[in-house]
């Protein structure tokens, strides 16, 4: 297992973590085996969401012994009272006096989002951690546009984001079950939306961890007949395209069995061509990514010092757009190395795995950008 730091707090977590949605209406014996069975391969970081009474305290029972191993993300907004779905209720199951991370939970609203941040909820949190009650603030989301906002937001610690290369190509979105529409994917995809990677970059500049959830789009990615891609991935690929996305720090793996855990701790023994999902990405039936620029940054290092990635990034943000949006301009106007140092050697597109006529887009950014 290898580890990584969370963002600025110097924390260090397994890249691969424990998600425990699937313990809800399960005995104490799973619960305990599952914890007992990351242990032993290295996994030190788990996060419960779900308000279910039974989970939080088998979780808080399994980890006990070992409870100075493990980081915790914890939600903060999601609790059972009287059969109903409330606020707070955690630190007493899980037997702790300090939670490592208080996610703000599930915020994918933008008028939550400035209720949130703007109201006696930030100001609850805020005292949380003055008490220390918990140590570090983090928000979980799926809609882009609050990831944004909480990346830029230097009180968020840490941002739990669903990343897969499914959901990675959808724009701004308020409600997750758009995802899982039937024609969610009759749309002509062909790869990664820059608002997405920008989250990822700003992440990882501002120093705000990166944690992932629906890694596997819900299990969606693991059968052909599911994929929007139209062939499965692995959950192998689907870890590694989580892990090389700029910023991210850890991705939380949903599973219901041991045999499902040790499927995704293949990760750790994985040699490079089982981990590659490039092949798979490219040569789609359905939404292929080839000729896209996903920001991988494979095709690195640049013979001029050019970013590739995020010179192709800001044209994807700007070329549809009537007029340069003036941030976008001002992004690229601020690189050091910019298009017109392109001396077009092309040994950028040959390390591309995508197959981008990036000499193309340098010619084109130069037009766009107007230097």
């Known amino acids: 297992m290898e580890y990584r730091k969370l963002g600025s707090t110097g924390i260090e977590v397994s890249e691969i973590a424990f998600g425990a949605e699937f313990l ?22 788990v996060d419960c969401w779900m308000s279910e009474p039974e989970v939080r305290s088998h979780l808080g029972r399994a980890i006990g012994p070992n409870r100075e191993n493990w980081v915790i993300q914890g939600h903060i907004g999601s609790t059972w009272q009287n059969s109903q779905y409330m606020r707070e209720d955690f630190m007493e199951r899980f037997q702790i006096d300090t939670l490592d991370f208080g996610m703000i939970h599930y915020v994918d609203q933008l008028d939550d989002y400035e209720n949130i941040m703007n109201g006696p909820f930030i100001e609850y949190v805020r005292k949380l951690k003055e008490e220390g009650t918990i140590a570090h603030i983090g928000l979980s989301t799926h809609n882009p546009d609050i990831g944004l906002l909480a990346a830029e937001n230097p ?17 701004a979105m308020e409600d997750i079950e758009e995802y899982r529409k039937d024609d969610a994917f009759d749309n002509d995809f062909s790869s990664i939306n820059p608002l997405r990677a920008e989250i990822y970059d700003i992440c990882e500049k501002n120093g705000t961890a990166l944690t992932v959830m629906k890694g596997f789009a ?10 929007p891609f139209g062939v499965a991935l692995t959950p192998v690929q689907c870890i590694h395209y989580a892990l090389e996305q700029k910023g991210v720090s850890s991705i939380f793996v ?63 943000l700007a070329k549809n757009h009537d007029e340069v949006p003036a941030g976008v301009q001002e992004h690229y106007n601020n690189l050091k190395y910019n298009a017109t140092d392109c001396i077009a050697c092309g040994e950028c597109e040959l390390r591309c795995p995508f197959e981008v006529h990036i000499v193309d887009v340098m010619l084109d950014s130069q037009d766009l950008f107007g230097f």
């Open 254 to 316: 949903g599973v219901k069995t041991v045999d499902e855990l040790m499927e995704s701790l293949k990760y750790c023994a994985a040699s490079e061509a089982e981990r590659d999902y490039s092949e798979i990405l490219k040569n789609a039936p359905m939404h292929s990514f080839k000729g896209q620029c996903t920001y991988c940054g494979h095709c690195q290092p640049c013979s001029s010092g050019i970013d590739i990635a995020m010179v192709n990034k800001l044209f994807d």
């Open 24 to 45: 809800v209406e399960r005995p104490y014996e799973d619960t305990e085996e599952l914890i007992r069975v990351c242990e032993e391969n290295g996994i030190n970081f």
């Open 218 to 227: 819900g299990g969606n990615l693991l059968a052909d007949e599911t994929s």
């Open 155 to 171: 009180e968020i610690e840490l941002l739990m984001f669903s990343i897969n290369p499914a959901y990675d190509m959808f724009g």
